[in-house]
């Protein structure tokens, strides 16, 4: 059977360097959505839990749930349904429609568009966001941005940033007016956070960290960052090994083809399981220096070794370039119903 194998001390390792970096574990919020990048929810709840971490960032209600024993603050980035609120969860309000959805005592994180144009409220809206959602009695418990660019050489990240600062300032003048009290600012991302020189003078409460909890953050940042450990590695299983005889090919579309006899196993792994097919075009070794042979099918490759378990990856940089894609699609793509295990 193949598995995903989790390395608690990486993850310990990331942790501490980011809680390190915000100043406090308290200002770590640690982003689990889509199944925290595909390491499993639970499993990365459990260990955040017993690192200390005290808040999470989720997509959905459901997710919420799944997790609500492990962190006393959740953050519910897309809320689909505006009911049954925790006293411990916390909703984003993306749009001023949504304000006469949200039942009285909810816990409303406002979100500004900074920039990202994608969700958020507009800086002049926020008066009007603030007076709608008193009126119904909610409690505003936090205000947020996000980065559309921060790990960018560009000028957006500073634009933004100032942008914030500015909604930051009118959202204490409203609150103070209407004697709300100031809730929570949150600006920051991985990148964001390992951007600012001094995450203390932002004077922010926390931070939502997610691609650098499982130990990636691009390679060519245009600042300094530390390196961090990947957390996830790939495994699976041997199903069958024979040899491939010279000049016999292997897989779909028979695209290796052996230059001398050798031996071949299949492992039950393929992009079925979100493993992404790697085919003929690429050249693909494993940590161990084995080779992936010819086209990936639904639920097995093959490789020429015969060990019991073989390792895909426990760093998957090489492969998201080879996918031309980033990092977090990798690990996002691993099913479900793949085995996590911590070690
Ligand atoms: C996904 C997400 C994050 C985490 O981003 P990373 O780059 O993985 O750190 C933070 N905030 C919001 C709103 C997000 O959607």
């Known amino acids: 059977m193949s598995r995903i194998l989790l390395n608690k001390d990486n993850l310990f390792y ?78 984003a309000l993306n749009t001023l429609e949504n304000i006469e959805k949200i039942p009285q005592n909810s816990n409303v994180h406002i979100k500004i568009d900074t920039g990202m144009h994608r969700n958020g409220i507009a800086i002049d809206d926020i008066e009007e966001a603030i007076l ?9 418990t936090g205000v947020f941005t996000h980065h559309k660019g921060a790990d960018e050489l560009s000028t957006s990240f500073f ?18 007016k ?54 996830m590695s790939l495994w699976a299983s041997k199903m069958a090994t024979r040899e491939l005889k010279k000049a016999q090919s292997v897989g779909y579309g028979g695209k290796f083809t052996a230059n ?13 399981d979100g493993f992404l097919r790697l085919n003929e075009n690429h050249n693909y070794t494993t940590p161990k220096g084995f080779r992936v ?17 073989v390792c895909l990856f426990d760093d998957v940089r090489e492969l998201a370039k080879i996918h031309n894609t980033i990092t977090y699609e990798i690990t996002c793509s691993l099913k479900e119903s793949i085995k996590r295990e911590i070690v």
């Open 14 to 91: 990331n942790l501490e360097l980011i809680s390190k970096k915000a100043t406090s574990k308290d200002k770590v919020a640690v982003v689990l959505k889509d199944n925290a990048y595909g390491h499993g929810i639970i499993e990365v709840a459990k260990l955040s839990k017993e690192f200390g971490i005290k808040k999470a960032v989720v997509k959905s209600v459901e997710d919420a749930k799944k997790i609500k024993d492990y962190f006393p603050y959740i953050l519910i980035l897309a809320p689909n349904d505006f009911n049954n609120y925790s006293h411990t969860f916390h909703i």
């Open 159 to 176: 634009f933004q940033k100032e942008l914030f600062s500015k909604a930051k300032y009118k959202v204490k003048e409203v609150c103070e």
């Open 293 to 309: 042979l010819g086209r990936v099918s639904m639920d097995n490759l093959s490789i020429n070794s015969d060990e019991k378990e």
């Open 260 to 272: 001398e006899n050798m031996i071949v196993s299949t492992y039950d792994i393929g992009y079925g």
């Open 132 to 140: 709608g959602l008193s009126k119904r009695k909610v409690n505003i």
């Open 178 to 231: 209407l004697f709300l009290p100031i809730p929570a600012f949150h600006s920051c991302n991985s990148s964001a956070l390992f951007r600012e020189k001094n995450f203390e003078e932002l004077n922010e409460d926390f931070a939502r960290v997610g691609i650098a909890t499982y130990g990636y953050l691009e390679d060519d940042l245009p600042f300094d960052f530390p390196k961090l450990k990947p957390v």
